[in-house]
């Protein structure tokens, strides 16, 4: 599995915007899905975005239109730009890293892997 290192999290008014940034490591050749799911107190986690290597995207219905998912390959890391952020938005966001392929052996590996999660709060 790889290792996914998440920041931009932070405390922001709602209305406001919040960048995350995800870099996976490791000798990768290509992953297959990049995504961002949360989890709020009490409530289970849920996907937010994802994107494939190709550059398809999907996103949950409460987040359309406000966030973006975005991925650069050459640097095997994934964005999240959050506009319009409302206090719902609250959540501990993690990084999930699918199917993937490795450079030097060009294994490939389907399990999920996950960051350690990054905080964001929308508050006033």
């Known amino acids: 599995q790889v290792q996914l290192v998440e920041s931009g999290g932070g405390l922001v008014q709602p209305g406001g915007s919040l960048r995350l940034s995800c870099a996976a490591s490791g000798r990768i050749f290509r992953i297959s899905r990049l995504g961002w799911y949360r989890q709020a107190p009490g409530k289970q986690r849920e996907l937010v975005a994802a994107?494939?290597?190709?550059?398809?995207?999907n996103y949950v219905d409460s987040v359309t239109g406000r966030f973006t998912i975005s991925r650069d390959n050459a640097k095997n890391t994934v964005y999240l730009q959050m506009n319009s952020l409302k206090p719902e938005d609250t959540a501990v966001y993690y990084c999930n890293a699918a199917g993937v392929t490795y450079s030097a052996s060009g294994y490939y590996d389907p399990r999920d892997s996950w960051g350690q999660g990054t905080q964001v709060t929308v508050s006033s």
């Open positions: 994107i494939t290597s190709g550059g398809t995207t």
